[in-house]
């Protein structure tokens, strides 16, 4: 059994609810990385996704130097342990449809498994079907 420790990105960029949604976005963009865990006094409480920027905070005319993180931010994010079977971490992610998830012991954040980590630690067959179903468009991927 592989666990998601094994193969997660450990201490990872992430930014606060009360940031600046343009400094979190310029962070992002030098990072090169879609999402950003949003962490306060050391607990996760949401993720910022590019998308999140885009449709809560651009799309809605929202000032980003004076919007904040936590206006826009996904909240309640789905997760998984360090100790967690990366198989089971793997179906998560193919049955939200997210590239990344934020993994967290005791409410703490202590990294990220990503589809890239995913891939280099499970074997092809199983990584190419959680892919597949991740890019699914949504009414392909819920059936209809």
């Given at each position: 059994m592989t666990t998601v420790a094994e193969v997660m990105t450990p201490g990872v960029e992430s930014t606060t609810s009360s940031q600046a949604l343009r400094d979190a976005a310029r962070i992002m963009r030098e990072g090169d990385f879609g999402s950003m865990p949003?962490?306060?006094?050391?607990?996760?409480?949401?993720?910022?996704?590019?998308?999140d920027i885009v449709v809560r905070g651009v799309a809605e005319g929202l000032d980003p130097t004076v919007c904040r993180v936590g206006d826009v931010a996904s909240r309640d994010p789905v997760t998984v342990a360090p100790d967690q079977d990366l198989d089971e971490a793997m179906e998560l992610m193919a049955h939200h449809r997210v590239r990344r998830l934020p993994v967290v012991s005791g409410g703490r954040l202590v990294g990220v498994i990503s589809q890239a980590d995913v891939a280099l630690g499970a074997k092809e067959s199983k990584t190419g079907k959680v892919v597949e179903e991740i890019s699914q468009p949504t009414s392909v991927a819920r059936g209809a």
């Open positions: 949003v962490v306060d006094e050391g607990r996760l409480v949401g993720v910022l996704t590019d998308r």
